[in-house]
């Protein structure tokens, strides 16, 4: 047993990888008295298999801590072969090329107008960019009005910041409220909205039949909470390593078409979700006794900095996969439930590299400035003033 606190530990605050690579000392799977007790995994290879292993880890229970009767999310909450029948309706339609036929473009439009909204050589990138660029790409693709950014924001915040399990309720509380009021209101005339996400979903058929109003406020309420702050999160954690690393940010500049594999290498080395499961039955896994209902918790940023997965791996290497090749990570997850948004966080991660970096040389960060990374169930900071020369 050791005290791990992934929501409140202070040691996370400042440089929380490093923090975190000291896991390797303790045993591949130990337990946690903190956040109601709970069962921490540090070995890539197992977390992969926590992932992949649903007759042992099952998704019906995700939040660490507990939160009893938490709104079902399709097909987070779902374990096969319930899940694999949605998950395969929502590739083949909301995350189908038709839906996302404006990905690009969108993503171009809405990073430049942000980039040319920015103080003359300055930002305060968190929240002048990482948090709206993701928000607004959805929004667009569901239909939905720019103006509903804020209220967005905030009950997002509330999920995956919150520090303790009322915080946590909340949120949800306050993103099922919105869910259902914009839901009803875009079911009352659907032909009205364009969007490409929420067309798809309204025309799709499952089993033969249309999605009924829970389950497409189910599906809306997935796409919302996860699938916004990891992006922005990401987003903060990958400038921020490219402001203080003038070597690898030059690199990118030069070679632009290296992007897609050095993006792997850093969603691996940076990587920012703590994903919960719970012990399906009683069972014993690599000597550990697991009773029905135990959460688990598989890190992304744990596995990433396994060295038996990954040699120094707190080294940036854009070249770790090999001569041109990616990284393989588990920073989307693995198995039946692979991030089914991987393409679209890919997609704007690459943009803002693409856009950002050739219009800020001498990127660094402002003098003086205190950079504190946010806990929670995803890890951001909390602020990131950036400076660069002007044109």
Not at 273 to 291: K, Q
Not at 310 to 321: C, E, M, Q, S, T
Request: glycine share 8%; charged share 25%.
């Amino acid at each position: 047993m050791f005290h791990f606190d992934f929501r409140n530990d202070e040691a996370l605050r400042q440089d929380p990888w490093a923090y975190l690579a000291t896991l390797d000392d303790l045993p591949d799977i130990f337990f946690s008295p903190d956040l109601g007790g709970y069962w921490v995994v540090t070995r890539a290879a197992l977390i992969d298999d926590v992932f992949s292993r649903h007759d042992l880890f099952t998704a019906t229970s995700l939040a660490i801590p507990k939160i009893e009767n938490a709104p079902v999310l399709i097909p987070n909450h779902l374990d096969p072969p319930a899940h694999t029948a949605y998950r395969k309706l929502m590739a083949g339609s909301m995350f189908s090329p038709r839906a996302l036929a404006g990905l690009e473009e969108d993503t171009r439009r809405f990073a430049r107008a942000l980039f040319h909204a920015f103080p003359s050589g300055r930002c305060e990138f968190v929240h002048d960019f990482a948090y709206r660029l993701p928000i607004d790409i959805f929004l667009s693709m569901m239909g939905a009005d720019l103006a509903h950014r804020d209220e967005c924001l905030a009950f997002i915040k509330g999920i995956f910041r919150g520090r303790t399990v009322e915080e946590t309720t909340a949120g949800f509380h306050a993103a099922h409220a919105f869910t259902t009021r914009w839901l009803t209101e875009q079911l009352a005339d659907p032909d009205a909205n364009q969007g490409g996400m929420f067309r798809a979903m309204v025309e799709a058929r499952i089993e033969g039949r249309s999605l009924n109003f829970e389950e497409m406020l189910s599906i809306t309420l997935m796409l919302l909470s996860g699938g916004l702050d990891t992006i922005t999160s990401q987003m903060t954690h990958i400038m921020r390593f490219l402001a203080e690393s003038p070597k690898h940010r030059a690199f990118l500049v030069d070679n632009p078409d290296a992007i897609p594999v050095a993006l792997e290498e850093m969603l691996r080395r940076f990587g920012i979700s703590f994903i919960g499961r719970a012990a399906a039955d009683d069972f014993t896994f690599e000597g550990v006794t697991f009773r029905k209902g135990d959460p688990v918790c598989a890190a992304t940023p744990i596995a990433g900095l396994d060295p038996r997965a990954f040699p120094d791996p707190l080294a940036v290497d854009f070249g770790r996969g090999g001569e041109g090749r990616r990284v393989k990570h588990l920073g989307f997850g693995s198995g039946p439930h692979l991030c089914i948004g991987a393409y679209l966080a890919r997609t704007q991660l690459r943009i803002m590299l693409e856009e950002l970096l050739p219009r800020m040389p001498g990127l660094r960060i402002a003098p003086g400035a205190t950079i504190e990374n946010m806990r929670g169930a995803t890890m951001m900071l909390h602020s990131l003033p950036l400076e660069w020369q002007q044109g």
